[in-house]
Protein backbone atom coordinates (compact mmCIF):
# COMPACT_ATOMS: atom_id res chain seq x y z
CA UNK A 1 0.00 0.00 0.00
CA UNK A 2 1.32 3.03 -1.09
CA UNK A 3 -0.60 5.56 1.84
CA UNK A 4 -2.29 7.27 -0.95
CA UNK A 5 -6.13 7.12 -1.19
CA UNK A 6 -8.94 8.36 -3.53
CA UNK A 7 -12.37 8.70 -3.53
CA UNK A 8 -15.23 7.51 -4.68
CA UNK A 9 -13.83 4.41 -6.21
CA UNK A 10 -16.38 4.35 -8.75
CA UNK A 11 -18.87 6.94 -10.45
CA UNK A 12 -21.54 6.87 -13.01
CA UNK A 13 -22.34 10.08 -14.22
CA UNK A 14 -24.13 11.72 -17.21
CA UNK A 15 -23.19 13.64 -20.26
CA UNK A 16 -23.09 17.46 -18.60
CA UNK A 17 -22.75 17.03 -15.33
CA UNK A 18 -19.97 17.81 -13.16
CA UNK A 19 -17.63 15.42 -10.94
CA UNK A 20 -15.15 16.38 -7.75
CA UNK A 21 -12.88 13.19 -7.69
CA UNK A 22 -10.16 13.47 -4.26
CA UNK A 23 -7.12 12.56 -3.13
CA UNK A 24 -5.06 12.34 -0.24
CA UNK A 25 -1.52 12.43 -0.38
CA UNK A 26 1.13 9.95 0.82
CA UNK A 27 2.70 11.27 4.66
CA UNK A 28 6.00 13.75 3.60
CA UNK A 29 4.58 14.41 0.03
CA UNK A 30 3.77 17.63 -0.82
CA UNK A 31 2.85 17.14 -4.74
CA UNK A 32 0.15 15.63 -6.10
CA UNK A 33 -0.40 14.66 -10.14
CA UNK A 34 -3.41 13.64 -11.60
CA UNK A 35 -3.31 11.25 -14.57
CA UNK A 36 -6.04 10.05 -16.67
CA UNK A 37 -6.05 6.33 -18.28
CA UNK A 38 -8.66 5.69 -20.85
CA UNK A 39 -9.14 1.39 -21.82
CA UNK A 40 -5.67 0.31 -23.30
CA UNK A 41 -3.96 3.22 -22.65
CA UNK A 42 -1.38 4.68 -20.65
CA UNK A 43 -2.05 7.38 -17.55
CA UNK A 44 -1.99 10.93 -19.51
CA UNK A 45 -0.84 13.88 -17.36
CA UNK A 46 -3.56 16.41 -16.64
CA UNK A 47 -1.56 18.77 -14.00
CA UNK A 48 0.24 18.56 -10.93
CA UNK A 49 -0.53 21.01 -7.88
CA UNK A 50 2.64 21.93 -5.35
CA UNK A 51 2.13 24.08 -2.27
CA UNK A 52 -1.48 24.95 -3.17
CA UNK A 53 -0.51 25.96 -7.14
CA UNK A 54 -1.38 24.51 -10.55
CA UNK A 55 2.94 23.48 -11.21
CA UNK A 56 2.21 22.35 -15.02
CA UNK A 57 -0.50 21.31 -16.99
CA UNK A 58 -0.91 18.90 -19.73
CA UNK A 59 -3.16 18.74 -23.35
CA UNK A 60 -6.24 18.36 -21.21
CA UNK A 61 -9.09 21.23 -21.56
CA UNK A 62 -10.26 23.97 -18.85
CA UNK A 63 -13.28 22.05 -18.13
CA UNK A 64 -10.38 19.92 -16.19
CA UNK A 65 -9.58 21.65 -12.89
CA UNK A 66 -8.32 21.47 -9.57
CA UNK A 67 -7.33 22.28 -6.64
CA UNK A 68 -4.75 21.21 -3.26
CA UNK A 69 -5.48 21.76 0.19
CA UNK A 70 -3.02 23.17 3.10
CA UNK A 71 -3.02 19.54 4.20
CA UNK A 72 -2.04 18.60 0.51
CA UNK A 73 -4.51 16.69 -0.85
CA UNK A 74 -6.01 17.72 -4.21
CA UNK A 75 -9.07 17.50 -5.71
CA UNK A 76 -9.87 17.16 -9.34
CA UNK A 77 -13.37 18.68 -10.65
CA UNK A 78 -14.34 18.04 -14.13
CA UNK A 79 -17.44 20.10 -15.83
CA UNK A 80 -19.78 19.78 -18.59
CA UNK A 81 -19.01 15.96 -18.69
CA UNK A 82 -18.53 14.29 -22.25
CA UNK A 83 -18.47 10.47 -22.89
CA UNK A 84 -14.93 10.48 -23.59
CA UNK A 85 -14.15 11.43 -19.81
CA UNK A 86 -14.39 8.09 -18.82
CA UNK A 87 -11.42 6.72 -17.53
CA UNK A 88 -9.56 5.45 -14.92
CA UNK A 89 -8.31 8.88 -13.18
CA UNK A 90 -5.28 8.47 -11.07
CA UNK A 91 -3.45 10.45 -8.49
CA UNK A 92 0.20 10.22 -7.55
CA UNK A 93 1.81 12.53 -4.67
CA UNK A 94 5.45 13.07 -4.57
CA UNK A 95 8.21 15.12 -2.70
CA UNK A 96 9.11 17.73 -5.81
CA UNK A 97 12.59 18.68 -6.21
CA UNK A 98 14.00 15.58 -6.43
CA UNK A 99 15.08 14.67 -10.30
CA UNK A 100 14.24 10.61 -9.69
CA UNK A 101 11.25 11.84 -8.41
CA UNK A 102 9.11 8.64 -7.67
CA UNK A 103 5.30 9.14 -7.61
CA UNK A 104 3.08 6.67 -5.72
CA UNK A 105 -0.36 6.12 -7.08
CA UNK A 106 -3.75 5.77 -5.41
CA UNK A 107 -6.20 2.97 -6.23
CA UNK A 108 -7.88 5.18 -8.79
CA UNK A 109 -11.53 6.56 -9.34
CA UNK A 110 -13.07 4.71 -12.47
CA UNK A 111 -15.54 7.24 -13.82
CA UNK A 112 -18.31 6.13 -16.27
CA UNK A 113 -19.89 8.67 -18.25
CA UNK A 114 -23.43 7.77 -19.76
CA UNK B 1 4.73 10.93 -33.23
CA UNK B 2 4.31 10.07 -29.65
CA UNK B 3 6.36 11.15 -26.59
CA UNK B 4 7.13 7.44 -25.96
CA UNK B 5 6.39 4.77 -27.74
CA UNK B 6 6.37 1.16 -26.88
CA UNK B 7 5.36 -2.13 -28.72
CA UNK B 8 1.83 -2.76 -27.03
CA UNK B 9 2.25 -6.75 -26.93
CA UNK B 10 0.87 -8.98 -25.83
CA UNK B 11 4.13 -10.67 -25.63
CA UNK B 12 3.04 -14.46 -24.31
CA UNK B 13 6.10 -16.28 -23.10
CA UNK B 14 6.59 -19.78 -21.32
CA UNK B 15 7.90 -19.71 -17.62
CA UNK B 16 11.15 -19.91 -17.63
CA UNK B 17 12.19 -17.40 -20.77
CA UNK B 18 13.43 -14.22 -21.29
CA UNK B 19 11.85 -11.72 -22.86
CA UNK B 20 12.86 -7.93 -23.70
CA UNK B 21 10.82 -4.80 -24.07
CA UNK B 22 11.57 -1.46 -25.86
CA UNK B 23 10.85 1.76 -25.76
CA UNK B 24 11.78 4.68 -27.19
CA UNK B 25 11.29 8.86 -26.26
CA UNK B 26 11.07 11.55 -28.24
CA UNK B 27 12.19 14.59 -25.80
CA UNK B 28 15.90 14.59 -25.59
CA UNK B 29 15.65 16.84 -22.57
CA UNK B 30 13.78 13.29 -20.53
CA UNK B 31 16.12 13.48 -17.31
CA UNK B 32 14.67 10.09 -15.57
CA UNK B 33 13.24 6.97 -16.86
CA UNK B 34 11.17 4.62 -15.34
CA UNK B 35 9.49 0.96 -15.64
CA UNK B 36 6.33 0.75 -14.23
CA UNK B 37 4.32 -2.66 -13.69
CA UNK B 38 0.40 -2.13 -13.68
CA UNK B 39 -1.41 -5.21 -12.62
CA UNK B 40 -5.17 -5.87 -14.36
CA UNK B 41 -7.31 -2.66 -12.80
CA UNK B 42 -4.87 -1.83 -10.67
CA UNK B 43 -2.71 1.14 -9.70
CA UNK B 44 0.82 1.75 -11.45
CA UNK B 45 3.59 0.72 -9.17
CA UNK B 46 7.61 1.59 -10.17
CA UNK B 47 9.08 -1.43 -11.41
CA UNK B 48 12.64 0.48 -11.08
CA UNK B 49 14.19 3.41 -12.31
CA UNK B 50 16.68 3.44 -15.22
CA UNK B 51 20.40 4.81 -15.22
CA UNK B 52 22.69 5.49 -18.09
CA UNK B 53 24.94 3.07 -16.98
CA UNK B 54 22.41 0.21 -16.92
CA UNK B 55 21.42 -1.21 -13.57
CA UNK B 56 19.75 -4.68 -12.13
CA UNK B 57 17.42 -5.84 -9.60
CA UNK B 58 17.20 -9.66 -9.32
CA UNK B 59 16.03 -10.82 -12.69
CA UNK B 60 15.19 -7.08 -14.05
CA UNK B 61 17.79 -5.76 -15.79
CA UNK B 62 17.24 -1.73 -17.65
CA UNK B 63 19.16 -0.43 -19.77
CA UNK B 64 19.42 3.00 -21.54
CA UNK B 65 20.75 4.57 -24.70
CA UNK B 66 20.67 8.23 -24.45
CA UNK B 67 22.43 8.72 -27.98
CA UNK B 68 19.65 6.67 -29.16
CA UNK B 69 16.80 7.59 -26.79
CA UNK B 70 15.67 4.23 -26.03
CA UNK B 71 15.23 2.77 -23.19
CA UNK B 72 15.34 -1.46 -22.68
CA UNK B 73 13.96 -3.93 -20.04
CA UNK B 74 14.90 -7.34 -19.72
CA UNK B 75 13.48 -9.88 -17.82
CA UNK B 76 15.33 -13.39 -16.64
CA UNK B 77 13.45 -16.36 -15.60
CA UNK B 78 9.90 -15.47 -16.30
CA UNK B 79 7.62 -15.96 -13.62
CA UNK B 80 3.71 -16.54 -13.59
CA UNK B 81 3.51 -13.48 -11.67
CA UNK B 82 5.77 -11.44 -13.98
CA UNK B 83 2.18 -11.34 -16.18
CA UNK B 84 1.18 -7.54 -15.89
CA UNK B 85 1.69 -4.70 -18.50
CA UNK B 86 5.01 -3.02 -18.34
CA UNK B 87 4.94 0.96 -18.32
CA UNK B 88 7.81 2.71 -20.05
CA UNK B 89 8.34 6.48 -18.42
CA UNK B 90 10.36 9.35 -18.44
CA UNK B 91 10.32 12.64 -16.07
CA UNK B 92 10.95 15.83 -18.18
CA UNK B 93 13.76 17.84 -16.45
CA UNK B 94 11.18 21.28 -16.32
CA UNK B 95 8.48 19.91 -13.98
CA UNK B 96 7.94 16.61 -11.83
CA UNK B 97 5.62 15.10 -14.74
CA UNK B 98 5.53 11.88 -15.75
CA UNK B 99 4.88 10.81 -19.74
CA UNK B 100 3.90 7.09 -20.04
CA UNK B 101 3.85 4.86 -23.10
CA UNK B 102 1.13 3.22 -23.55
CA UNK B 103 2.58 0.07 -22.55
CA UNK B 104 3.57 -3.74 -23.13
CA UNK B 105 1.18 -6.73 -21.70
CA UNK B 106 3.20 -9.33 -20.99
CA UNK B 107 1.62 -12.91 -20.58
CA UNK B 108 3.60 -16.05 -18.52
CA UNK B 109 2.09 -19.54 -19.35
CA UNK B 110 3.05 -22.67 -17.16
Known amino acids: ETGVTQSPTHLIKTRGQQVTLRCSSQ?????VSWYQQALGQGPQFIFQ???????GRGNFPPRFSGLQFPNYSSELNVNALELDDSALYLC?????????????FGPGTRLTVL | RKEVEQDPGPFNVPEGATVAFNCTYSNSASQSFFWYRQDCRKEPKLLMS???SGNEDGRFTAQLNRASQYISLLIRDSKLSDSATYLCVVNLAEADKLIFGTGTRLQVFP
Open chain 1, 92 to 104: ASSKTGRLDNEQF
Open chain 1, 27 to 31: SGHNT
Open chain 1, 49 to 55: YYREEEN
Open chain 2, 50 to 52: VYS
